[in-house]
Nanobody, 116 residues
Framework: VQLVESGGGLVQPGGSLRLSCAASGFTFSRYGMTWYRQAPGKERDLVAT????????AYADSVKGRFTISRDNFKNTVHLQMNSLKPEDTAVYYC??????????WGQGTQVTVSS
């Protein structure tokens, strides 16, 4: 299993970024996908999750209305569109999937820094 995140970077407050996670090594369309983030000195927190078909999504309260999770089951990718970014969104963002009986798989993370 391989999850490779991309799209992070430095952005000013109020700006936007689109993160992508390319998945391989498993049947992508069978499993939900989740974005987490971890700020320095803090625990890793769930940001957004999407069902296997993309028909159901859920978000942390802190990002509702600003972030959108989506997936493309033909391209085996999951995206996180982040708008109206705030300094408190600064973190390493990780892509995750959980397969029952196998466990969790994680990407290497991509850094998002929101600063003027």
């Amino acid at each position: 299993v391989q999850l490779v995140e991309s799209g992070g970077g430095l952005v000013q407050p109020g700006g936007s970024l689109r993160l992508s996670c390319a998945a391989s090594g498993f049947t992508f369309s069978r499993y939900g996908m989740t974005w987490y983030r971890q700020a320095p000195g803090k625990e890793r927190d769930l940001v957004a999750t999407i069902s296997s078909t993309g028909g159901s999504t859920a978000y942390a309260d802190s990002v509702k209305g600003r972030f959108t999770i989506s997936r493309d089951n033909f391209k085996n990718t999951v995206h996180l569109q982040m708008n109206s970014l705030k300094p408190e969104d600064t973190a390493v963002y990780y892509c995750n999937t959980y397969r029952p009986g196998i466990g969790a798989s994680w990407g290497q993370g991509t850094q998002v820094t929101v600063s003027s």
